[in-house]
């Protein structure tokens, strides 16, 4: 099979193939470098980045539940500068696109992380988190409005010219609208789902079993759901969709493709088996040859 034939476009970007790693759960790269090449990755989002840095939520921070992890980090990260410094030239050092995943509690500070990036070498695009459910202010009030939305991606369309991707929050009435309003705003792309607001309790010592009470569902628990507002999206919007929410393997991340995903991202996946990534490019690739098909942008949206 050609390598061509994996390749997709978002934005500035030509990715490899369509397979990304997301915010938050792949470390900050090297911590994956034993298990597999990180060249061969489509793309790598760094974990989300603030203007200053953030301790993050009380412990416990990780519970897994039925099918799926309930995470409440909040958002922990060295901030802007540390990144740049000690962070940023690991990545500079890979053959494969570095998209930054940057958070904000005001539009000011995402308007300002978008300038100082701007320009930086070795950073192919911007990821913008407005969807981050287990934090009390910032990104999820602009994630659950549309019309906060489109003044906020318009803003920071301005400071950037960045391939600019903004990542979407489930927890809205009506996500089509959410990602028509960060299309007219002026993002290049939308990626979707972030997790789903949820807790647990435990029943023995009757406290929460995350120290923030409310964290955020990943994992297969949530694939159908996501998958669903994968294809209420396409219907709605021309810019290109990265899916993720549950993807485990090849076979998820090609329902995706067929809903209307350009790409996708794998989270949880990357907790269970680090070799998660590597292994759903190579599933891919062997469904593409089974099924004779040439290009996977002709799967794009080819559901139904």
Same mark, same amino acid.
């Given at each position: 099979?050609?390598? =061509?034939?994996? #390749?997709?476009?978002? !934005? ?7 397979? @990304?790693?997301?915010?938050? %759960? ?30 993050? =939520?009380?412990?416990? #921070? ?16 060295? !901030? ?14 890979? &053959?494969?696109?570095? @998209?930054?995943?940057?958070?904000? =509690? ?8 978008? &300038?100082?990036?701007? /320009? ?18 910032? /990104?999820?009030?602009? !994630? ?16 950037? %010219? ?51 009470? @409310? ?22 919007? &021309? ?5 993720? !929410? /549950? ?6 991340? @090609? ?12 989270? %949880?996946?990357?907790? *269970? =088996? ?5 292994? %759903?490019?190579?599933? *891919? &690739? ?19």
């Amino acid at each position: 099979m050609r390598n =061509n034939n994996l #390749r997709i476009k978002i !934005g500035k970007m030509v990715l490899k193939n369509p397979v @990304i790693v997301s915010s938050g %759960t792949f470390g900050f790269g090297e911590e994956f470098e034993d298990f597999f090449d990180l060249n061969q990755l489509g793309a790598v989002v760094s974990k989300g980045i603030s203007l200053k840095p953030m301790v993050g =939520n009380p412990p416990p #921070r990780i519970f897994e539940t039925e099918g799926g992890l309930i995470n409440s980090i909040g958002l922990q990260n060295p !901030g802007l500068q540390e990144f740049i410094r000690n962070k940023l030239p690991y990545y500079r050092r890979l &053959k494969t696109h570095l @998209i930054v995943n940057i958070f904000g =509690n005001t539009q000011t500070e995402y308007i300002e992380l978008a &300038k100082r990036l701007e /320009g930086v070498r070795g950073i192919s695009g911007l990821e913008m988190n407005i969807s981050c459910p287990n934090i009390k202010k910032g /990104g999820i009030v602009f !994630g659950s409005d549309p019309r906060m939305a489109f003044h906020l991606i318009r803003k920071v369309r301005k400071a950037t %010219t960045s391939t600019l991707i903004v990542k979407l929050s489930p927890n809205v009435t009506d996500i089509a609208s959410i990602a028509k309003s960060v299309e007219e705003g002026g993002a290049d792309a939308v990626s979707l789902v972030n997790t789903f607001k949820a807790m647990a309790i435990n029943i023995h010592s009757k406290k929460p079993e995350v120290g923030n009470i @409310i964290g955020g569902l990943s994992g297969p628990a949530i694939k159908p759901i996501a998958l669903r507002m994968v294809w209420e999206a396409h219907q709605a919007i &021309k810019i290109p969709i990265i899916g993720m !929410g /549950g993807i485990m393997k090849a076979e998820d991340a @090609i329902e995706f493709i067929l809903a209307g995903a350009s790409a996708i991202q794998m989270g %949880t996946a990357n907790l *269970i =088996n680090p070799r998660a990534a590597i292994e %759903t490019i190579q599933g *891919i &690739k062997k469904y593409l040859v089974q099924n004779k098909i040439d290009r996977i942008q002709t799967l794009i949206g080819a559901f139904g």
